[in-house]
């Protein structure tokens, strides 16, 4: 009995990865029109701070700026 048991076990967790594989597959292009708007996001909204980041380090007018306000 504890053998049957073991299969059924092990058959059912082969079954579920299938299945979840599947359903990516079922849904593919659900991901595929959701991707396009997380690739907007990312490219034309958290790229772009990227470049921004090193500005305050190398700021040209630094000095300037610091001798009028003293």
Known sequence: MKAVLDNQRNHVGIKRRNMFWIRIKRDATLYALLLMPIL???IFKYAPIYGV????????LRAAVS???R
């Open 40 to 42: 907007y996001i990312a």
């Open 53 to 60: 980041i090193p500005c305050p380090s190398s700021a040209p």
């Open 67 to 69: 001798a009028w306000l």
